[in-house]
């Protein structure tokens, strides 16, 4: 069984920084590819941030050049650096994890931007 845990959400103000951890912990193997998804209040669950052990990274456009997504080499740990945050960021992000027997997500965790 997999288990993949996030940590670091917190209330912030517009233009704060947060870094998000994710780890999964169980019968994983190495993750293929890492990412986040968030979910905002009345809106549909959107990609944010994937990295693969190559180290490839994929951004939405409204968080490029603004979040940073780094994995620990080899592991599955996994941190989403969010700089300059912006209201519109105000979600629940979920870490997710790729194993070969499917795609493996956390509970998630809030992120709060107030203005």
């Known amino acids: 069984q997999v288990q993949v845990v996030e940590s670091g959400g917190d209330a912030v103000q517009t233009g704060e920084s947060l870094r998000l951890s994710c780890e999964a912990n169980?019968?994983?193997?190495?993750?293929?590819?890492m990412g986040w998804y968030r979910q905002a209040p009345g809106k549909e669950r959107e990609l944010v941030a994937q990295?693969?052990?190559?180290?490839?990274?994929d951004y939405a456009d409204s968080v490029k050049g603004r979040f940073i997504i780094s994995r620990v080499r080899a592991k599955n740990m996994m941190t989403l650096q969010m700089n300059d945050l912006k209201p519109e960021d105000t979600a629940v992000y979920f870490c997710?994890?790729?194993?070969?027997?499917?795609?493996?997500w956390g509970k998630g965790t809030q992120v709060t931007v107030s203005s």
């Open positions: 997710f994890g790729d194993t070969v027997w499917g795609r493996a």
């Open positions: 169980g019968r994983a193997g190495i993750m293929n590819v």
């Open positions: 990295i693969s052990t190559a180290g490839s990274r």
